[in-house]
């Protein structure tokens, strides 16, 4: 799950979330140029990959940041 | 007069006299008449009903032997023929609250009335909330007798077919649904008399029991995120310009599938978003990738980060869905997803 | 802040040949009225028309709602900073009023605006206009606005406006009237005077403040849109605002966001905390948080600013209402929960959501601090609306709306009754 949103699909239950950047563009920024929106777009990609390949007991939050994704206990 | 009705009690080993902690795991039997608690419960039925046996059970015994302590304690129904069910009350006591929920069940589907009693948290309620008639207690056996009183009382509404009121009104435990009602004052009336009570710590009743959604157990984690095929899903109201399929923007219904094959991009030429809930300018201007990122996990694949992209997109608006919608959608993506040995979705909600 | 309310009600209003009220009856000249909106060449065509309470009569297309209301004594205008009105501060001297009465503007809403950006409900398959009508009689006619006397202002724009300049139009127009009619008790003995002297505090009673969330159209059409609920005229995404209960009573915070009106927000809890003020409790303010950011993380900065400002304020319990559902209910929850965590007493007051047979939970999202809850229902109506005589609202009004019309299932996107503030006795209870 990649939202900007993750209080709501924490509060509703899905296990594996990834924090997007904003509603009407969860998966980049418009405001960066295009070399740093694509990279922001991968780091974003990247960590939900990595979400998915993690063991998980209830609804945690992972958050993209420069280094490797860290997973994030709500 | 007519007939006193017949009640049959259920109680755990302790308040069945049979032992404490060390009786926990005690088979399911029968006693005759009315037990320690029983009492109460026949002085509260007075001539209206009679105990006319009391079923007993360890916690342990009817939580873990399930299936064998369901069918001995069925068994001992069918025998009694019982109008009323009384199980418990098992107060905040988990196990006990579990047992008299299967015996409520039991008793029910045998058309039996059946009531207990447990505190409002009890794993009783949050397993088998809207299967059971509950009345609400605190956690202390110091109120048996008030309990048994207000079970009784309740049971003998049922059994008269008298629709019940409001939880809150009639002292039950919220069952899960939610009814209209009218109330005698405004609003905003109801707000300042429950803040000033809240305040000066005077009773007050909350108009919502805050229920959560279902706990949806997690899927194992991928093995091997390079060997893996990964699907994509959007709740964006992505759609190909045009909207053949009419996607709406609010309260969908339907999702749409989408083919891939070939797609590297989602362009603005090609895509637009119709949902309703937010500025769409972004995804129709400039970019819908942001609502399914297809270029970035495209460039991951070719890099092989993952093995392949499913070449079906899955497609609806998030937008006010109904819950028992965005279910059914759910569990239709998941059964084709399954079936195809799809490793992991990602899924995009704007 | 100390506040006299001067209050003029209208029984009826009575069409004549000038603009003058007197004992109950509100005179108006329809033509002049008329004359008045279209002197705004953006105008080609209006009406004026009356929807009475009792009348067979829907009306239809509303844009907003107001009670008429003008400054008297004291500094700045009612409904400050919109259409070029004044900013000064309002909420002291005196203001008169015209109650039991509104005034209504009614006009068809364009689609798009000049970048591209959509209205609500534009999006294919959403027909929110449809379950949002006033009944004055029969059994849908359960909102406050069955029981006031409607002034309604029908309008047609010059040409194919944009939805944001024609909204602004609409506005002004509204407020020329507004200031038209009420003006016309200027210098009047009125039948009632309040004094909300909010000042004088009893030390004994707790303090309260009323914290409504709500929804900004900034993230739909940019930060100077005139499609939003505005504070001084300001619709933009703010920190939470501080104002007076006062100023609210003023019309300090105005503007109708989609079907959202003006008159909900300053004339129902806001006049009722007033009231008790010095009874029950002291009614310390008013923090207005605005909803629609875009980002968790601002969402979660506005309800810890509102929860500072309450507890800057010395406030031992909130009120906290909403607007609109959706992904900004989140921003309420956020506020509820942060209010708590300082240690305030929060009541959340809010509509809910469809319970689908008890398969779906009230609330979109939630928070274990959210414990104390009043329902005003789903917005739904159970009956059915019956067939109407007049339609109040479009030149030609299409045949289906003087039909009977189904009931309303409420539920997200649904609602008939927009009832945030508990206006009504509707509600729902856990069986």
Redesign the interface.
Known sequence: ?????????L??????IV??????????D?ALSEDRD?EL??R???T???A???????PTLFEPSQSAPQAVTA | MTNPIRVVHYLNQFFGGIGAEEQAYAPVQLKDGAVGPGRALQAALGDEGTVVGTIVSGDNYFTEETESAKAAAGELLDRLKPDVVIAGPAFDAGRYGLACAEVCRLAQDRGVTAVTGMFADNAGVLTYRSEILAVSTGIDASEMAPSLQKMARLAIKVLNGEELGPASVEGYVPRGARRPVAHGQLGYERALDMLTARIAGKPYESEMLIS?????P????????DD?L?ALVSS?GLVPRGNPDRLVGARSEHFYRYPLDGVDSLSVEDWESVHGG??????NT??P?????L???R??ETRG??KSVYPTFFSTTGNGTAVSSARRMGGEIAAELSENHV??V????? | MKLEMASFPVNDIVLGNRTAWSDGKLEINADELVDLVMQDPQVAWADIQVARPGDSTRVIRMRDIIQPKVKSEGQGTTYPGISGRSVDTVGQGRTNRLTDMTIIPCADMPRVNADGSQIWGAAQGIASREINFIDMSGPGAVTPFAETVNLCVVMEPEGQPYADDWNRVIRSTMLKINDLLAGATLGLDAPQLDTFDLDRRDDALPNVAFVPVLASGE?RFGPRTSLSTDVYGVGRLTQPWLLQPTEMLDGAVSGAYNENFTWPIMETLVPYMCSRHGIDFNFSGCIVVRSNW???AE?QLMANRAAQLAVDTGVTGAIVTTNVRG?RF?ET??TVQALERAGINTILMTEEEDNENGTAPPL????PEVTTVVSTGTGGIDATFPAVKNVIGAREPEAHWFEELPPIHGRYGVSHTHDYYGFGKQGYLDY
Do not use: W
Request: contains cysteine; charged residues 15%.
């Open positions: 799950m990649m939202t900007a949103m993750p209080a709501i699909p509060s509703v239950g899905a296990n594996r924090r997007g950047v904003r509603v009407p563009h969860v998966c980049g418009p694509r777009s991968e974003i990609v990247r939900a990959l990595g998915l390949a993690t063991r998980v007991t209830e | 959560n959604y279902d706990i949806v997690p899927a194992a984690p991928i093995s091997d995120a893996s990964i964006g937010f500025g769409t300018l972004i995804l400039k970019d990738n942001y609502a399914m990122p270029r970035t996990v460039s991951l980060a993952i490793d992991g990602l899924l995009v909600a704007t | 993230h875009e980002s968790q969402k992904q989140l929850v956020l979109l999202v939630s928070a």
